[in-house]
T-cell receptor, first 112, second 117 residues
Framework: DQQVKQNSPSLSVQEGRISILNCDYTNSMFDYFLWYKKYPAEGPTFLISISSIKDKNEDGRFTVFLNKSAKHLSLHIVPSQPGDSAVYFCAARGGNNRKLIWGLGTSLAVNP | NAGVTQTPKFQVLKTGQSMTLQCAQD?????MSWYRQDPGMGLRLIHY???????DQGEVPNGYNVSRSTTEDFPLRLLSAAPSQTSVYFCASSSTGTGRTRNQPQHFGDGTRLSIL
């Protein structure tokens, strides 16, 4: 039973437009959420995170929104660039548990 | 600052062979973990450690052993390799804090690609 779900395996966006990647979770104990980006043949790279005490966190072109009542978070990339083409993973954890629970990833293709 | 270093990057083994995947971090992180990534399965936690001398099982521990004798190193041992262990293995580390510094992201190595024939 997947506690963190990324329902879109892939997404294609034009350069300069907005990319929106979605993630749903089932465990109401989760209180820290992270997005990672992964290029082929490399390890995942931390992108941005959000604590459950916030509903938005912004870092340059990347913004993460958290809707606790819907148990949903999204990553917005504006404007999208070809270098953003990668697999994006959503992860979550709760309380004092250091273990991250991972989604299966969404492959983003940004077309020039 | 090298971050998390994994060796080797590639390895081919025969069924029944043993080997150790090395992981070292130079960030003085207390928490270290091993994942495997398989197509369509995302990242699955094999073993983790919250500090030197302390290890625990993750989601898929069978067939793997770990030890944590120092803060820097967290090797993963395959005792008797099986084709089902063909995968990409990632090591990650993070600092641990309390209160406002509790939430720290994990930092990953570039992976070891392991094929077992």
């Amino acid at each position: 039973d997947q506690q963190v779900k990324q329902n879109s395996p892939s997404l294609s966006v034009q350069e300069g437009r907005i990319s929106i990647l979605n993630c749903d979770y089932t465990n109401s104990m989760f209180d820290y959420f992270l997005w990672y980006k992964k290029y082929p043949a490399e390890g995942p790279t931390f992108l941005i995170s959000i604590s459950s005490i916030k509903d938005k966190n912004e870092d340059g072109r990347f913004t993460v929104f958290l809707n606790k009542s819907a148990k949903h978070l999204s990553l917005h990339i504006v404007p999208s660039q070809p270098g953003d083409s990668a697999v994006y993973f959503c992860a979550a954890r709760g309380g004092n548990n250091r273990k991250l629970i991972w989604g299966l990833g969404t492959s983003l293709a940004v077309n020039p | 600052n090298a971050g998390v270093t994994q060796t080797p990057k590639f390895q081919v083994l025969k069924t029944g062979q043993s080997m150790t995947l090395q992981c070292a971090q130079d960030m003085n992180h207390e928490y270290m973990s091993w994942y495997r990534q398989d197509p369509g399965m995302g990242l699955r936690l094999i073993h983790y450690s919250v500090g030197a001398g302390i290890t625990d099982q993750g989601e898929v521990p069978n067939g793997y052993n770990v030890s944590r004798s120092t803060t820097e190193d967290f090797p993963l041992r395959l005792l008797s390799a099986a084709p089902s262990q063909t995968s990409v293995y990632f090591c990650a580390s993070s600092s641990t804090g309390t209160g406002r510094t509790r939430n720290q992201p994990q930092h990953f190595g570039d992976g070891t690609r392991l094929s077992i024939l």
